[in-house]
Every structure is written in structure tokens, then in C-alpha cells.
């Protein structure tokens, strides 16, 4: 049973019954008794002691998971490049293994980012959340395979919502993240930006859904492999 909001990535249990969530797990989490979730070591959150271990707790949880992350790379946080691409690099083989799409979270290290997909080849898809970038990064990244995850920030900043126009609508996702924000704003604001009915936006979006995650209740749609 489709409902009418898929949210990507969100932090709390959804309390909308209209909107299929995935829920963010930190290694430590438990997973939830029914929501979907994803289970991923943040970039923000990796050290060199407890690599190992919140590594195989991804791997442990992954296996129950609609995906691997959030995961990535981030340049403006004090953890060391080489040991988030340490994480990452461990976090794509999981996905990669388990066969499950990536969420990524990416600042400034985009060019580090596909290159890191195109080194591993054919995998289902990897969704870079919270975008907030540039048109040409974007272009980049749709032209690389990625899929794209627009949130809290399409709300205030009118160069987002115009580059939303630009993206095919086969490759969008939309999310609250850990915001104080309601899905169902989003999807007003990408409706109007995207000049779309809410309903057609809503019926792309569960296609993306269906095509990118096993979804229970719809088992007989299988992961892309493009
Ligand atoms: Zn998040």
C-alpha cells in the first residue's frame, strides 16, 4: 500500500500516517520494530578507536536495512579526510556486499565522491541527501548515476527550488532530515517549484521508492542495479 509521502531520511519515528519514512540508525541504534531504516557511521562521527566496531555494527544492522548511511565525506568537520574515506570506503563495500543503495552526506568533496562511485562500478543506486549545492555539481552527479535528496533547505533559498526544474524527476528524493519541518511542506514547495501537480510529484516520487528500495508490502520490486 502506497502511501502519498515517501520521506527519505528522516531522525525520529514519522508521525504523518500518510508518510513512509526511513529512519536514521547510528551504529549504536536499535532498529525500529517496523519502520524502514538505513544504519550508517557519520562522517562527524568516526574515530580511529571505534572504527572497527561501529563498522560491523553497520554491517550487522545493514542486513535489515532499506540502506547503508548516512555515510560520507564531509570537509568542513574536524575529523580527518583519510579516516572518513576510511569509513566511507568500508561502508560502500557493505553496501556494495549486502547489496543495498547508499545515503550519502556530502560537503564540499564532491569530486572525491564520484570518483569513489565510479571506481566501484555497477551497485544499486547512491543518493547524496540534503542537497544544497550548486546546478553544475547537481548536473555532474545526475550525469554520474547519483540520485538527489532536497529538504529543509528548498524552503528558503529560490536557486535550489529553480534547479530542482532541471533535474529529472526520476532521480529526485525529498526528506525532512533531523529538522523541526513537516515532509508534507517539502512536497508543497517542490510541487510548486517543479510547476507539478502534488499529486503526480507524490506518485514519482513512491516510482523512485519502489525502483531504488525494497519496500515491505511491495516485494515484488526488485533494487535497481543501474
Ligand atoms: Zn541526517
Not at 83 to 92: E, K, S, T, V
Not at 93 to 111: E, F, N
Request: with cysteine; glycine share 8%.
Amino acid at each position: 500500500m502506497t502511501k502519498r509521502y515517501f520521506n527519505l531520511h528522516r531522525h525520529s519515528p514519522a508521525k504523518d500516517l500518510e508518510e513512509t519514512a526511513i529512519i536514521n540508525l547510528f551504529p549504536a541504534d536499535s532498529p525500529p520494530q517496523k519502520d524502514l531504516y538505513s544504519v550508517g557511521l557519520h562522517p562527524w562521527h568516526v574515530y580511529e578507536d571505534t572504527l572497527e566496531r561501529d563498522l560491523a555494527l553497520v554491517e550487522e544492522k545493514g542486513a535489515g536495512a532499506a540502506a547503508i548511511g548516512e555515510c560520507g565525506l564531509d570537509r568542513a568537520c574536524k575529523v580527518p579526510f583519510d579516516l572518513q574515506m576510511q569509513a566511507f570506503r568500508a561502508q560502500i563495500g557493505i553496501a556494495k556486499k549486502l547489496s543495498k543503495p547508499l545515503l550519502i552526506h556530502c560537503v564540499r568533496a564532491y569530486p572525491e565522491l564520484i570518483t569513489e562511485k565510479n571506481r566501484r562500478g555497477n551497485m544499486a543506486p547512491w543518493i547524496v541527501h540534503g542537497y544544497r549545492g550548486n546546478a553544475e555539481t547537481a548536473s555532474q552527479l545526475i550525469n554520474h548515476g547519483f540520485y538527489i535528496s532536497f529538504g529543509e533547505a528548498l524552503l528558503d533559498d529560490g536557486k535550489l527550488c529553480g534547479l530542482l526544474r532541471e533535474i529529472p524527476c526520476g532521480r529526485i528524493f525529498l526528506e525532512t532530515d533531523d529538522k523541526a519541518i513537516g515532509i508534507r511542506e517539502v512536497y508543497e514547495k517542490a510541487a510548486s517549484a517543479m510547476n507539478l501537480s502534488f499529486d503526480m510529484l507524490s506518485t514519482r516520487i513512491s516510482e523512485n521508492a519502489s525502483r531504488v528500495f525494497v519496500i515491505r508490502g511491495n516485494s515484488k520490486e526488485q533494487p535497481s542495479r543501474a
